[in-house]
T-cell receptor
């Protein structure tokens, strides 16, 4: 019963490097999203997707790219890492109700990926 | 735009005493409201939610929350705190009027339960 799986759990980058945070869910959720958590700021939405091939921007999308080629996977790409992107990143997913499973509203979260940009 | 306020950065309570963690929200339409808990170095775990119906919602680990539409509040409560309840608590809202599925989170309240 894996749920939402994020890799890697920890990563250190140098300014200007690129990398991809992986997120996979095995619950057949249509909706997937990425948040970043910073002290005193709660969680802020970066990007989200309501299904394969459909993505949209959240509150803080700059410097990040996403794609959704399958229902299960929703990778987050940092194009050119900056120290301001040092954060803990969470992937979260849920049903939307379109596949026949009732939308109960709550998000299911991964364990997080801690990223440090030097 | 939807927003959530958690006015207390930290709440301290003695074990066995009742606890309250405050949350107020702002939405255009009817809200879906949620409480999540985060233990150190872990993801967020769902505690409870209000979608519709009874204003008093019961959730996991003995927690409950009361939806108050006139005060736009959704405070988290527990009659008797445990040391193991010490964690970071987040309130979140989804605005059904906009149709956006994204949850907006408050800044979090750290609950410290002293033995």
């Amino acid at each position: 019963n894996a749920g939402v799986t994020q890799t890697p759990k920890f990563q250190v980058l140098k300014t200007g490097q690129s990398m991809t945070l992986q997120c996979a869910q095995d619950m057949n959720h249509e909706y997937m999203s990425w948040y970043r958590q910073d002290p005193g700021m709660g969680l802020r939405l970066i990007h989200y997707s309501v299904g394969a091939g459909i993505t949209d921007q959240g509150e803080v999308p700059n410097g990040y790219n996403v794609s959704r080629s399958t229902t299960e996977d929703f990778p987050l790409r940092l194009l050119s890492a900056a120290p301001s992107q040092t954060s803990v990143y969470f992937c979260a997913s849920s049903y939307t109700g379109t596949s026949g499973v009732r939308d109960t509203g709550e998000l299911f979260f991964g364990e997080g990926s801690r990223l440090t940009v030097l | 735009a939807q927003s959530v306020a958690q006015p207390e950065d930290q709440v301290n309570v003695a074990e066995g005493n009742p606890l309250t963690v405050k949350c107020t929200y702002s939405v255009s339409g009817n809200p879906y409201l949620f409480w999540y808990v985060q233990y150190p170095n872990r993801g967020l775990q769902f505690l409870l939610k209000y979608i519709t119906g009874d204003n008093l919602v019961k959730g996991s680990y003995g927690f409950e929350a009361e939806f108050n539409k006139s005060q736009t509040s959704f405070h988290l409560k527990k009659p008797s705190a445990l040391v193991s309840d010490s964690a970071l608590y987040f309130c979140a809202v989804r605005d059904t009027y906009t149709g956006r599925r994204a949850l907006t989170f408050g800044s979090g309240t750290r609950l410290q339960v002293q033995p």
